[in-house]
């Protein structure tokens, strides 16, 4: 079955970084977009970065725009998400995403806390 496992979040201060990472099983990996979304507390899920199969393409929300960097490895089924000058809004808990034959797919999803 589809399985993403999500790594890489943890306690940051503002302005530093952090790198998450997803590793992907039971499906074809380079034949689908990646996406990461992340979630507060009473707000919806949002979409925070998308990659394209082949990883030529890339798009992101307005507020992180400049500051992350999506960016997959389809030989070792790997989506990660490289986040700079990180804020107290960026805190959330962060979800690597697949959409497969119109069914979404999640990870367990990864805490990231800014914070000083």
């Known amino acids: 079955q589809v399985r993403l496992v999500e790594s890489g979040g943890g306690l940051v201060q503002p302005g530093g970084s952090l790198r998450l990472s997803c590793t992907a099983s039971?499906?074809?990996?380079?034949?689908?977009?990646m996406t990461w979304f992340r979630q507060t507390p009473g707000r919806l899920r949002e979409l925070v970065a998308a990659?394209?199969?082949?990883?030529?393409?890339?798009n992101y929300m307005d507020s992180v725009r400049g500051r992350f960097t999506i960016s997959r490895d389809n030989d070792k089924n790997t989506v990660d998400l490289e986040m700079n000058s990180l804020k107290p809004e960026d805190t959330a808990v962060y979800y690597c995403?697949?959409?497969?034959?119109?069914?979404?797919?999640w990870g367990q999803g990864t805490q990231v806390t800014v914070s000083s």
């Open positions: 039971g499906f074809t990996f380079n034949t689908a977009a």
């Open positions: 990659i394209t199969e082949t990883g030529d393409t890339t």
């Open positions: 995403s697949v959409l497969l034959r119109s069914n979404r797919h």
